[in-house]
């Protein structure tokens, strides 16, 4: 073959699609595809917008699938889950916030890999409308609004975990592209972000005709909700409250019954009516949770402390009151399994199969929209409207007034309580962290009692007081650069913390 340009790292996605047909991706290509053939018809176009889903649910070059990462990166550090006995060397070191540059969970290569097929896409599906006169501009407009909406996804995890890294809006398709580059500030990514979500909105649908496609696939409110997670990362909360607004106002959404009907709809069956976008495991293509939170493997348990100091157990009604997110959805108390990942049945007896490991990773539901638009509007001064969307959370979970009741004449109170409300909400969703760090850093790290706070609960006593003195400098909220990419890409610089 002449030095023809193979479609490598995209066909990686693609031809594994490639191993998993999820619920709604259906178009296996051929393998062996290269570029000059592959990028002629609006078939071709649709399987790599496939392949660039699929690389999301597991990876293609033997990597860890990005759920994985975005546990541990999101729950690792916090004070809702504790290390089992099949932990680790290098998850410890997130316990123990001693993150070394060589701990393999610091590695970015699985999001670049995404974000590449997506720049990919970007880069030559425009070809296409030239090659197949039945593909239309706006088919082309929504796949690249997918992709896009996908790297800006990307780039928020990264942002958010490691703040500034190399910023790379062009395909990699050949070894003649492939060249080191610096660091990009993480003000300047959500920026490019923030733009290129904007001028993508227009060209995502508000739905696909399928439910399950509309919860597994990026819709126009997919957009609205990331658009509104990196508002609030911003401190933009007029901004924020707007985005969340254009979902509120579809009435597209609604907040699942709780009791028994939370965990199953949420967590077993998925795509429920609450999901915006969540990544669909099916028999074909298993999650990496299961053995990861099994008792006789387990390298992840809940924090004993949660019952009590979290969901809150009612010592004073005859009949008691019962957080539905918490025994039996969120967690089993009894050996502290995390249950929303492996149970099948909200009353912590059943347990899925092995090969019922399919738990969909949820990115964005309906309760994080509106407690976003609280945590937005309460720092504009709208306590009082903040509370209300609080309480809208709480009725529908049964939740117990056990720690004091909101205080919605104060800002500083209401702040409080929506973290509060998040981390039972979200429990073990991969957001605690960035709540946390997002709620600590605003107006210059006002609040930075939140994450010492979570280490008094979360670092064994012993390492307590050395794990404080690094948290007070705020450099150590981000993850160290991984030891490989600093020595193939000279133009990288270790995170400030780390040198």
């Excluded at 670049?112 to 599906?125: D, H, M, V």
């Excluded at 149970?343 to 092995?354: F, I, K, L, T, V």
């Amino acid at each position: 073959m002449n030095k023809v340009i193979k479609y490598s790292l995209l066909l990686l996605a693609i031809t594994t699609s490639l191993v998993s047909c999820t619920k709604w991706i259906d178009l296996k290509p051929n393998d062996g595809i290269i570029r000059e053939e592959f990028w002629q018809t609006k078939e071709q176009v649709q399987a790599a917008v496939n392949g660039i889903y699929s690389s999301m649910l597991g990876s293609t070059s033997g990597d860890l699938a990005l759920p994985e990462y975005f546990f541990i990166w999101g729950e690792g550090r916090t004070d809702m889950v504790t290390p089992g006995f099949k932990a680790s060397p290098q998850e410890y070191e997130f316990v123990n916030v001693n993150i070394q540059p060589n701990n393999n969970y610091t590695n970015w290569r699985a999001l670049y890999q995404t974000i590449n097929y997506c720049n990919t896409l970007i880069e030559l599906a425009p070809a296409v409308l030239k090659n197949d006169n039945t593909f239309t501009k706006a088919q082309l407009d929504q796949a690249v609004a997918e992709a896009t909406t996908i790297r800006s996804l990307m780039y928020f995890y990264l942002v958010r975990t490691f703040r500034d890294v190399p910023m790379k809006l062009t395909a990699t398709i050949s070894d003649e592209n492939i060249q080191p580059i610096p660091k990009t500030s993480g003000d300047s990514i959500l920026t490019q972000m923030v733009s290129d979500l904007k001028a993508s909105e227009a060209g995502l649908p508000y739905t696909y005709g399928n439910a399950n496609t509309d919860k597994g696939r990026v819709t126009r409110f997919t957009l609205n909700a990331l658009l509104a997670d990196i508002y609030l990362w911003q401190e933009k909360y007029a901004e924020s409250a707007t985005e969340c607004d254009k979902i509120i106002a579809s009435n597209r959404y609604g907040l699942v019954g709780g009791n028994n009907n939370l965990f199953n709809a949420l967590y077993y069956q998925g795509n429920s009516s609450e999901s915006i976008f969540e990544l669909q495991y099916d028999a074909n293509k298993l999650n990496p949770f299961y053995y990861m939170h099994l008792a006789s493997t387990r390298r992840w348990g809940a924090s004993a402390r949660l019952m009590d100091e979290v969901f809150g157990v009612d010592l004073v009604n005859a009949i008691p009151k019962v957080d539905a997110r918490g025994d039996g959805c969120s967690l089993r108390p009894s050996d502290l399994t995390i249950w929303k990942y492996v149970g099948a049945n909200s009353y912590g007896n059943s347990m899925r199969a092995p090969d019922q490991s399919f738990a969909h990773w949820i990115f964005y539901r309906y309760a994080d929209v509106l407690l976003m638009k609280a945590e937005a509007i309460n720092q504009t001064g709208k306590s009082l409207e903040a509370s209300r969307l609080v309480k809208t959370i709480r009725d529908r979970a049964n939740a117990i007034d056990f720690n004091g009741t909101m205080d919605s004449t104060s800002k500083s109170g209401m702040e409080d309580y929506i973290l509060q409300e998040r981390q039972r909400e979200f429990a073990f969703e991969g957001k605690r962290w960035y709540d946390v760090l997002r709620n600590a850093k605003r107006n210059n790290y006002a609040k930075v009692s939140y994450i010492l706070n979570m280490a008094s609960i979360s670092v064994p006593s012993d390492r307590q007081q050395v794990a404080f003195n690094k948290l007070r400098d705020k450099n150590s909220h981000y993850l160290p650069i991984y030891l490989y990419e600093l020595q193939t890409n000279n133009l990288l610089v270790q995170n400030p913390f780390y040198k």
